[in-house]
């Protein structure tokens, strides 16, 4: 049996729904929430699928001057400013060359809404709480922990991103009065 449930969820800002399947043999009912998983390089991530929003094909981005290093630019969605942040530079690495074949996530986070430059969408993940282990500790400092857990499945490791902690509360408030500027200064449309 499948039945959705709805949670608290740990922020305060409304509810998470978690499916539950089944009971154990002990009778007690295990929660699983689904991923949506994707590459970058050869690794894989996993974001929790209520957060996306939509999956879109790489499109050029509106350059903006003094963002931080991982802004790509914004776009124009439907009439709302987006961010686009390139998750390579973000983990650490060089600069993504965005081709067709490149994918723009666009999640729903605490700090907003914004998009995730990724190589390459991989599939949905139904993983049960129990799976996922801690993330080791590495001795990297607390504003740049982004992963909150890690789950081996199949012949693979997935490291589930923590959306909430991925973009600062700083970058985010610079980023919304980047839009406002930007939506001010668009010519409106009769």
């Not at 043999?25 to 699983?32: D, K, L, M, P, W």
């Not at 630019?73 to 686009?84: D, E, F, K, S, Y």
């Not at 001795?139 to 081996?152: E, K, N």
Request: aromatic share 6%.
């Amino acid at each position: 049996m499948m039945q959705l449930s709805a949670t608290p969820s740990d922020h305060g800002n409304g509810t998470s729904l978690t499916r539950m399947r089944g009971t154990s043999q002990g009778g007690e009912q295990s929660v699983s929430n689904e991923y949506l998983t994707f590459s970058i390089d050869s690794q894989d991530y996993g974001i929790d699928i209520l957060s996306v929003r939509e999956i879109r094909a790489w499109t050029e981005v509106t350059n903006l001057p003094n963002t931080p290093e991982f802004v790509r630019g914004i776009i124009n969605l439907r009439g709302t400013i987006v961010p686009i942040y390139d998750l390579r530079v973000r983990f650490g690495g060089g600069r993504t060359t965005p081709t067709s074949m490149h994918v723009v996530i666009v999640v729903v986070a605490v700090n907003g809404t914004f998009g995730l430059l990724v190589d390459s969408v991989s599939d949905i993940l139904s993983i049960a709480e129990h799976d996922l282990q801690g993330v080791p500790e590495t001795g990297m400092a607390a504003d740049y922990r982004f992963l909150s857990a890690i789950v081996a499945r199949d012949d693979r490791m997935v490291s589930i991103i923590d959306l909430d902690h991925l973009v600062n509360q700083d970058t985010a408030a610079q980023m919304e009065q980047i839009a406002a500027q930007q939506e001010a200064a668009e010519p409106a449309t009769a």
